[in-house]
Every structure is written in structure tokens, then in C-alpha cells.
């Protein structure tokens, strides 16, 4: 584990989610009561153009605040917050991009993030 201060976050490799083909990308960082996620950075691709829309989404599902983008295009990008996003004490903090159709396959993660 890499840590920021004395609060252990995830060490590197565990930043991103490359799953199956046809299953949701989706990367969790798991909240704690006495400090909050700080998101400074985002990726995700697709291999392949998807068949139907999809959607990148960086939530809180317990603090109910949310992004959505939509994704219609094969390739890489990324997402920089300045400043970085601050997310409430105890929040996971959720980046998930929707299955594709058959043969799609998707990858998302985190390139920067904190807790504080």
C-alpha cells in the first residue's frame, strides 16, 4: 500500500479494472469514515466503436452526486479535475463504464486519487 499522510490508499496496479468482454468496467475506492476521496484523474477505452450508446459514470452512491459522459467512439481518453473532486467523508467513490455489445470489450481506472 502507497499512502498520502498516514491513511493507506490503494498501491498503483490496483487503480484499474480491464474486465471480461461484454461485462461492465467498474473500479470502486471503498470509503472511510474519517477521511474523504479526493478523484484528481480518470480513464477509460473501448476497443472497438460500441454498437450502442454507452456511458462512463463517476458516482458516490451514497452521497447521490454524480458524472455521466456519454462514450460512442473506440480509443483511449482520459479526464483531469483541477481541483480535484472532494467526495464526502465515508463515500465510496464508483467509476463504471457500461457493457458493451457482443465482442466490446471496455477498461477504466483511476489516475489520480488521495484520501484526506
Same mark, same amino acid.
Given at each position: 500500500?502507497? !499512502?498520502?499522510?498516514?491513511?493507506?490508499? $490503494?498501491? +498503483? %496496479?490496483?487503480?484499474?479494472?480491464? /474486465?471480461?468482454?461484454?461485462?461492465?468496467?467498474?473500479?470502486?475506492?471503498?470509503?472511510?469514515?474519517?477521511?474523504?476521496?479526493?478523484?484528481?484523474?480518470?480513464?477509460?477505452?473501448?476497443?472497438?466503436?460500441?454498437?450502442?450508446? !454507452?456511458?462512463?459514470?463517476?458516482?458516490? $452512491?451514497? +452521497? %447521490?452526486?454524480?458524472?455521466?459522459? /456519454?462514450?460512442?467512439?473506440?480509443?483511449?481518453?482520459?479526464?483531469?479535475?483541477?481541483?480535484?473532486?472532494?467526495?464526502?467523508?465515508?463515500?465510496?467513490?464508483?467509476?463504471?463504464?457500461?457493457?458493451?455489445?457482443?465482442?466490446?470489450?471496455?477498461?477504466?481506472?483511476?489516475?489520480?486519487?488521495?484520501?484526506?
Amino acid at each position: 500500500m502507497a !499512502e498520502k499522510g498516514s491513511i493507506p490508499v $490503494p498501491a +498503483a %496496479g490496483d487503480w484499474f479494472h480491464y /474486465p471480461a468482454v461484454n461485462t461492465i468496467a467498474t473500479k470502486t475506492l471503498t470509503g472511510r469514515a474519517d477521511a474523504s476521496w479526493c478523484v484528481s484523474g480518470i480513464v477509460w477505452a473501448f476497443d472497438v466503436a460500441p454498437a450502442t450508446l !454507452e456511458e462512463l459514470t463517476l458516482q458516490s $452512491p451514497s +452521497a %447521490g452526486n454524480h458524472i455521466r459522459i /456519454p462514450v460512442r467512439e473506440a480509443g483511449s481518453f482520459q479526464l483531469q479535475f483541477t481541483p480535484p473532486l472532494r467526495f464526502p467523508p465515508g463515500a465510496d467513490v464508483v467509476l463504471a463504464l457500461s457493457a458493451g455489445a457482443a465482442g466490446e470489450q471496455g477498461m477504466v481506472g483511476f489516475t489520480g486519487a488521495y484520501i484526506e
